[in-house]
């Protein structure tokens, strides 16, 4: 078996833990945000609703921010107010409603597990971290532990980006905090951590400190209710004295948890040396042509041919302009001569590359993808057959645009 880490890296005093639980619930009574689902999860005598709510709202708030959630989640639970509700929607109309959230596989999943729970496991919701995890496609361990702990009272702890870098700070942990080495031991911590008789509220206490107070820039550590447990700050405040051993990184020089020794505390950081990710791997370069095509429709407003993406892959199953992924470095030429060629497969007619009037270039940066499109437009005059055995295909005005299931990419462009 593995060695433990060193005590540094642990709470091991059970009288420190009940502390460090008693002044964060009590910092978190004080000073937690009125947040819609909060208030559900708080005063929802069903289970299952309580579970359903908290579920939306953890799966809406994976890479968003809470301010952007809030209308998509009131909008959301006003429409499919149950599970059994949303078991019965289209995937066009979840797609409509989840427009401009980003990573639209979310809210197909969603859509997907609600039915998976109303047809086979009788409508109602796993009531364990395990269950939930085991049983719903897209719930993850930390989903699961925030449903778990919050709707249905489990004493199961939670790790998202929060919470690990209050504990990589409370603990001065500064291996890299995205190894399974590290993830491990910050699950166990949290485990070790949550409070028994509030587990909700204990984890929900923990993330809130991340997002409001122990903020990866500039946290406010003057007015942490924790910050006597931090040994990140108290590192900060004594420093470290100089020319002695470095007992501060556990004097061995080998810890699974502390800083590589090529990158050892810098004291102009304070607590922001913790936590520490290896470089991300910069996003994949993307260009793509698209087409704004367009005619005058049958009461004279402009109408824009859009069209539906594939099933599966990114932004499956959303609508857009015509559009062509382009190989790199082609020339401009070229470019609008393949998407001349792409277009007149959708209109079963010859395409003058020459029609084509370049408008712009937009940029969209997905999470690992920065996509450039390069926007044409084309005015079409009488009537276009488009082909039925392509994709979908319809002709919107711009209302309808915005109002239909297309992503943040297409509405820039
Ligand atoms: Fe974070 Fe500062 Fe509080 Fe430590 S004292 S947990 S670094 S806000």
């Known amino acids: 078996a593995p060695a433990p880490p060193p005590a540094r890296h642990l709470f091991s005093d059970p009288a420190e833990v009940e502390a460090l639980r008693r002044n964060l619930l009590a910092w978190y009574d004080r000073c937690k945000r009125d947040l819609p689902w909060r208030a559900l999860a708080a005063t929802e005598p069903d289970a299952d609703r309580r579970g359903y709510a908290v579920w939306v709202s953890e799966i809406m708030l994976q890479q968003t921010q809470v301010a952007t959630v809030i209308d998509y989640y009131n909008r959301w639970m006003q429409k499919w107010p149950t599970l059994q509700a949303l078991a019965q929607a289209s995937l066009e109309e979840v797609n409509e409603l989840w427009a401009g959230l980003g990573y639209y596989s979310r809210g197909k999943r969603l859509q997907e597990a609600a039915r998976k729970v109303v047809s086979e496991l009788a409508g109602q919701m796993p009531r364990t971290a395990e269950d939930l995890q085991e049983l719903l496609p897209g719930v993850g361990r930390y989903t699961a532990g925030a449903i778990a702990s919050i709707s249905y009272g489990q004493a199961t702890g939670v790790v998202d980006g ?15 905090s995205s190894s399974p080495a590290v993830i491990d031991r910050l699950w166990d911590m949290a485990n070790v951590l949550v409070d028994s008789s509030r587990p909700g509220d204990f984890n929900q206490a923990l993330m809130e400190l991340g997002a409001t107070v122990c903020v990866p820039k500039a946290p406010l550590c003057g007015e942490c209710p924790v910050k006597q447990h931090c040994q990140a700050w108290r590192r900060k405040l004594f420093g470290k004295p100089p020319s002695v051993p470095d007992v501060e990184d556990c004097g061995v020089g080998d810890c699974p948890l502390c ?40 009461h004279g407003a402009p109408e824009y041919l859009i069209v539906q993406r594939p099933r599966s892959g990114l932004l499956a199953g959303l609508w857009e302009f015509p559009s062509l992924p382009l190989a790199q470095n082609l020339q401009e030429e070229k470019e609008r001569e393949e998407l001349a060629d792409h277009l007149q497969a959708w209109m079963g007619r010859p395409v003058a590359a020459k029609s084509l009037k370049f408008v712009t270039e937009v940029i969209h940066i997905f999470s690992h993808i920065h996509q450039t499109y390069v926007v044409y437009s084309m005015h079409l005059d009488g009537d276009v ?29």
């Open 162 to 176: 929060n919470v690990i870098r209050v504990l990589c700070r409370l603990r001065c942990i500064g291996a890299d």
């Open 259 to 298: 800083p590589p020794a090529t990158e050892p505390w810098d004291s102009s950081l304070g607590v922001t040396n913790f936590p520490r990710k290896a470089a991300k791997k910069p996003p994949r370069a993307m260009r793509t042509a698209t087409c704004v095509l367009e005619r005058r429709g049958c």
């Open 385 to 413: 057959t488009l082909d039925p055995a392509l994709s979908p295909s319809r002709w919107v005005t711009e209302d309808e645009f915005h109002a239909s299931a297309v992503s943040t990419a297409m509405k820039k462009v």
